[in-house]
């Protein structure tokens, strides 16, 4: 009799149902489904954009970025054991008027930074400073999901389409290309080339910004290494729409109309963007080579 009693505990044990969730748990699972209805308009926007936009379509990635940089933060929350503020009430209210206004102006970035300062209120009232300053950048990472307005991104791609145009008939020149520039068309012998808005840099652009922000306020721990990554981004982008552009010039110079081809378009863009991925993500561990050097 004696011998199967310890079995019995030693298999109840082993096979023990698990816990409920906590109160606590409980809480955050209600608010997280509040604030969603609360911020569902701004979220069907956004996802609209994301699918709809090649431009901003990276912003679907951001929200799984910011649930991951909280998961690795987990035993530091654990740790932590002091009390909510009433000022986070304060954080929420006005988070929720800010909302209010971009909703009735339709500009998503003034609901997406009431969203940030929301969850950010909600945090600070229930669990108090020590949190928010661990959650806050993750957080507000969540404001790279947001498109920038449409009338910044045409003054950018603007900018950016001249400035390739008039760089890429540069290098052309250079590389013996007879070529006469006229606006964004780049006058070839047998063949004239248009750099448009897809080959300006601007639809890698503010992806390469998001990255580069992520990978600076989630590596980098010295400001000058993330100013530096988020200011190289830009020049990337262009840099490798210039490539581009180029590459595009030198093929119609030696076949012409196979410059026209979609597939071909669409491999360069690819292959550019690849190219400005991998100049980012090796400009950053140059910077943490020489952070380390000159420590």
Not at 112 to 125: F, P
Not at 156 to 185: C, E, M
Not at 240 to 257: F, H, S
Not at 270 to 287: D, K, S, Y
Request: proline content about 4%.
């Amino acid at each position: 009799m004696k011998g199967p009693t310890v079995a019995y505990h030693s298999y109840s044990m082993v096979f023990s149902p698990p816990s409920r969730p906590t109160a606590s748990t409980l809480l955050w699972i209600i608010l997280g489904i509040a604030v969603s209805v609360a911020f569902s308009g701004l979220l069907t926007s956004l996802l609209r954009n994301w699918l709809g936009g090649s431009e901003f379509s990276y912003g679907i990635a951001i929200p799984f970025i910011t649930a991951y940089l909280l998961w690795v933060r987990r035993a530091q929350l654990r740790e932590q054991r002091t009390a909510g503020h009433s000022s986070g009430l304060a954080t929420v209210l006005f988070g929720c008027g800010l909302h209010v206004v971009g909703s009735l102006s339709g500009t998503l970035l003034v609901s997406g930074t009431a969203l940030v300062l929301t969850v950010l209120g909600i945090v600070l009232y229930l669990r108090g400073a020590s949190y928010v300053r661990i959650v806050a950048l993750p957080v507000a990472l969540l404001i790279l999901m947001v498109p920038v307005p449409s009338y910044a991104v045409g003054q950018v791609s603007w900018y950016l389409q001249a400035s390739a145009s008039t760089i890429s008939s540069a290098v052309l020149r250079f590389l013996s290309v007879p070529v006469y520039q006229d606006g964004n068309l780049l006058n070839l012998p047998n063949y004239v080339l248009e750099v448009k808005q897809a080959c300006s840099g601007s639809r890698s652009i503010f992806a390469l910004l998001a990255l580069a922000v992520i990978l600076g306020f989630s590596i980098e721990r010295k400001w000058w290494a993330r100013i530096l990554l988020v200011a190289v981004a830009p020049l990337l982008a262009v840099g490798a729409n210039i490539v581009r552009i180029v590459g595009t010039g030198l093929i119609a110079k030696e076949w012409g109309a196979l410059a026209a081809s979609e597939s071909l378009h669409t491999t360069w863009g690819i292959l550019v963007f690849v190219i400005a991925v991998m100049g980012l993500l090796g400009f950053q561990r140059f910077l943490q080579w020489a952070a380390n050097e000159y420590a």
